[in-house]
Every structure is written in structure tokens, then in C-alpha cells.
């Protein structure tokens, strides 16, 4: 059974970076694509960035403020939030895809103040 578990996330000021974490079990990390979704207020919940064998994937509104980035040894996931604006206000949740099946984390607050 997959679990997720994310942490890193908080307030901070326009501008400011927070670093979100996201710890994985249950799996082989190492082949399975992760990533990050979020879902603002009165929004739908949108695709950050995803991490695979291939490579990465971005949003546009995030493409050179955000980095997604994983660390095999420590079955962890990683984005860095670099430039935050208050529009990346939003609850940031980790997904895992595997065996076709994607898992969610229980999310992680970012609020971003102007």
C-alpha cells in the first residue's frame, strides 16, 4: 500500500522560496513518476510538476520559479518554490503513479502573502 506524506509547506512573503517535501512508501520508488498538484480556493486542482524516468514536466505558470527533484536513497520528492507569488497559494498535495493507479498525499498548506 502506497503511502504519502508531504511537509515544508507554510507562509511566506511574495517573493520569498519554501521547499516542500514529499516521503514515500510502500513502493520501488526509484521507477514510479511523481508529483505535485495543488488546488487554490474556489479553483479546480491543477498539475505543478511531475518527476519520471523521462524527466520533468512543469506548468507554464510555474516553469523557472519551481524545480521538482527526488532523491532515490531517501524514497523522497522534492519542490523547490523559488519567487512564490500570492496566486501559488493553494493546498499543494504529492501524487504517485503506480501500477496505472495514482496515490495522493493529504496536502500541504502554502500561503503566500503580498
Known sequence: ?????ESGGGLVQAGGSLRLSCAASGIIFSRNTMGWHRQAPGKQRELVALIS???????????GRFTISRDNAKNTVYLQMNSLRPEDTAVYYCVLLNRGVWSWGQGTQVTVSS
Open 1 to 5: 500500500q502506497v503511502q504519502l506524506v
Open 53 to 63: 524516468t523521462s524527466g520533468t514536466n512543469y506548468a507554464d505558470s510555474v516553469k
